[in-house]
């Protein structure tokens, strides 16, 4: 079991560094070293591996990861997406069940009651397959709000509705199923809110009042995350995933202070969950399970696809303010996941028992769906979403905050290069200047939760934290790494002595921007003495090496655009330069002059 449960994590994470290096679908990955490392080599076989604790695994990973979606579900995006949403997560609910049971009756052949289970199963379109998706799309953040909020609210609710139906099925007989429903549904809503929004609002109590420590904070969580769901379990069967996920969206949304580091803690979490369960999802199946399938069920499947989503999502958004692309995309994209798979493999055996012969393909039918959706959504997301034009305007921003006139200076210079530039500070006035110069400004504190509503901030790849105050740049830096990496947020040197006390520590800042130890101060006294900052282009006779020799002393090379390519801020270890590279560099008055070279130009006229 050792061997297969390190084989399993490894291969997940490194399915997942796949994905990131070479820019696929990571869910498509998983799958495939799945089914390497099940059905074909037979190398690992869940079921005989981890033995019935497997179920219970499944069901509390899910249950984590669940948390992990509503913690990420933040109230000022549903005020964007809100009348949609509530659409997919009602009215979208109820067609794609009726939809959904009639095509596997009519297409695929199964009896009511099965083809009621089965469509009811197929409501979910979980967090476990739509984040990596949105991750690798790009999508832009209304189009995908609509697809997180339906995935991780239709997750718990699909699991509750195919619990009801499954329900009626076993009490059918006796005469009372409706009651047993009825009583079903309302334990699970009553506690779902009870104990997880009771625990929730709990534990930011807690957190608030420092009752807690930091360190304890994280595992805090996850222990009560897990005993939410078993607790509201045992009162009412599968309603613990509502539960956890009520859970998340109380927590994510009472603005607790040590929130962001806790959100993070579980991201990392989840990914290790996704990629482990995603793997043993498609290593459980085996040889007989492929053997049922037959050619109604591929039909079906189809029609799931091309009929019953698209039609749920048009009729469920008539008359709102969705926009036809928007509701192309969703119509288009519901990829299944974990919770289906376990939902069948739970309900399966028990209604076979119960006489239900179609229950068999149950498990074959669900696999086949999630291979289909997984792959072909996972392949066709990104091409549709830069079809349909639903991705940020632009390759992406760079944002400087601060708007001295240096920060300006510079704005204006990336912008003559056909770079997006968007110049961000809380002084309205210091503004000015860029935004006459044609330059986008956001007018407003970067670090506020208004920062991470304005959708003027999207699609920001670089960051450069350009203002007089040292500890403010390096907060911001601190606030933008974890989002665009390490490697992407700069600010200037800092001058002083690091081992100063008074100085930022290394690995609590940005990294140092610019080719010269230079601090912010001084690059604004050199603009006032009449510094400017001028662009060198490379190529085969004005190379690397002419550049440099003609670079005048003291000039202090910025950044460099590589052709047809983002811009990348410089830094002390430097880089080669190669043909086409547009070197930004801010040089002393003196050189002006000479930048009449036809391969050296100046990119912003120096401030009067």
């Given at each position: ?254 603005r607790l202070r040590s929130l962001d580091e806790m959100r993070r803690f579980k991201e990392y979490i989840t990914l290790i969950l ?11 199946l085996t040889i007989e399970d492929l053997r049922t399938i037959h050619m109604p069920l591929v039909f079906m499947v189809l029609v ?236 085969d006779t004005y190379t690397e090496k002419t550049f440099l020799e003609n670079l005048p002393e003291g000039a202090v090379r910025l ?50």
């Open positions: 079991m050792t061997i297969s449960l390190v084989g399993i994590l490894v291969s997940g994470i490194f399915c997942q560094w796949l994905a990131w290096r070479f820019r696929l679908p990571a869910i498509v990955l998983l799958a495939a070293a799945g089914l390497i490392l099940g059905p074909v080599s037979g190398w690992i076989q869940p079921a005989q591996d981890f033995g019935e604790g497997l179920s219970a695994v499944t069901s509390l990973f899910v249950a984590i990861i669940l948390f992990e979606g509503g913690l990420n579900l933040q109230f000022h995006e549903l005020r964007e997406t809100a009348q949609v949403t509530r659409r997919l997560t009602s009215i979208g609910v109820i067609l794609a069940w009726g939809i959904g049971s009639v095509a596997a009756h009519y297409v695929g052949g199964l009896e009511w009651g099965i083809a009621a289970l089965l469509g009811a199963i197929l409501v979910v379109t979980g967090p476990t397959v739509i984040m990596p998706l949105l991750k690798h799309a790009k999508l832009n953040r209304r189009t995908a709000s609509y697809l997180k909020w339906e995935g991780i609210i239709n997750d718990p609710l699909g699991v509750l509705l195919a619990v009801l139906v499954y329900q009626y099925l076993l009490y059918s007989g006796e005469g009372t199923a409706v009651g047993h429903i009825l009583i079903s549904l309302g334990l699970a809503f009553g506690v779902s809110l009870a104990l997880g929004g009771g625990i929730a609002w709990t534990l930011g109590i807690l957190f608030r009042r420092g009752w807690i420590p930091e360190y304890l904070k994280a595992p805090s969580i996850i222990a009560s995350v897990l005993a939410v769901y078993a607790l509201s379990d045992m009162v009412q069967h599968e309603s613990g995933l509502l539960a956890t996920t009520l859970m998340g969206i109380v927590m994510g949304n009472m996704v990629s482990f369960l995603f793997v043993v999802l498609t290593a459980s799931f696809l091309f009929v019953v989503r698209p039609l749920a999502v048009f009729l469920s958004t008539i008359a709102t303010d969705c926009d036809w692309r928007d509701r192309l995309l969703i119509s288009w994209i519901a990829p299944r996941g974990i919770v289906a798979a376990a939902s069948a493999g739970a309900f399966a055996p028990a209604l076979i028992e119960a006489g239900f012969e179609d229950a068999r393909y149950l498990v074959p039918a669900i696999f086949m769906i999630i291979f289909t959706t997984v792959i072909a959504h996972g392949f066709s997301l990104g091409p549709l979403t830069k079809l349909l034009k639903l991705r940020p305007p632009g390759k992406g921003r760079v944002l400087i905050v601060g708007a001295s006139p240096w920060s300006v200076e510079l704005a204006i210079a990336l912008k003559k290069v056909n770079q997006e530039v968007v110049i961000a500070d809380s002084e309205w006035g210091r503004l000015q200047n860029a935004r006459q110069q044609g330059v986008e400004t956001w007018f407003g504190e970067v670090l506020s939760d208004m920062a991470d509503e304005a959708m003027a901030l999207d699609s920001v790849y670089t960051v450069l934290a350009a203002t007089g105050n040292n500890h403010y740049n390096s907060m911001v830096c601190n606030h933008y790494a974890p989002h665009l990496g390490r490697h992407r947020v700069f600010q200037p040197y800092d001058s002083g002595d690091e081992r100063n006390s008074r100085v930022v520590s290394e690995t609590r800042r940005g990294i140092t921007a610019f080719s010269e130890k230079i601090a912010f101060a001084e690059l604004w006294t050199r603009l006032i003495r009449g510094w400017h900052i001028r662009k060198t282009t490379i190529t950044a460099v655009i590589p052709e047809g390519n983002k811009l990348q801020w410089l830094s002390q270890t430097g880089r080669k330069y190669q043909e086409g590279d547009v070197v930004i560099s801010f040089v002393p008055p003196e050189e002006k002059s000479k930048a009449a070279d036809a391969k050296i130009e100046d990119a912003a006229e120096p401030t009067k």
